[in-house]
């Protein structure tokens, strides 16, 4: 069993910032890819960000250049801060790991968290 728990979603206004965080726990040998995806109201869920077991950083055209995905592996961690918000931004922003569940069977599973709300105001 793997968790997977989103924090730091809120209200701000347009221009602020927010740092969102999500911890892993559970069975875990190892983490893989590891990213993050919002949806917001009668939209479809979009990639924001993934941060790869390498290091190596992808995001959206929508968040370049105000976003930061970032890793803690010791702590099986994941942030996203987010620089510059606009109201555009304003949806449940979700949590998603590839794991490595054991040393005895390298397949990964993806896992999801539940959601966190940030809204962004004009």
């Known amino acids: 069993q793997v968790q997977l728990v989103e924090s730091g979603g809120g209200l701000v206004q347009a221009g602020g910032s927010l740092r969102l965080s999500c911890a892993a726990s559970?069975?875990?040998?190892?983490?893989?890819?590891m990213a993050w995806y919002r949806q917001a109201p009668g939209k479809e869920r979009d990639l924001v960000a993934t941060?790869?077991?390498?290091?190596?950083?992808n995001y959206a055209d929508s968040v370049k250049g105000r976003f930061t995905i970032s890793r803690d592996n010791a702590e099986n961690t994941v942030h996203l801060q987010m620089q510059s918000l606009k109201p555009e931004d304003t949806a449940v922003y979700y949590c998603a790991a590839d794991v490595i569940m054991t040393a005895s069977d390298l397949r990964s599973r993806k896992y999801w968290g539940q959601g966190t709300q940030v809204t962004v105001s004009s």
């Open positions: 559970g069975t875990i040998y190892e983490l893989y890819t």
């Open positions: 941060i790869e077991h390498d290091g190596t950083l």
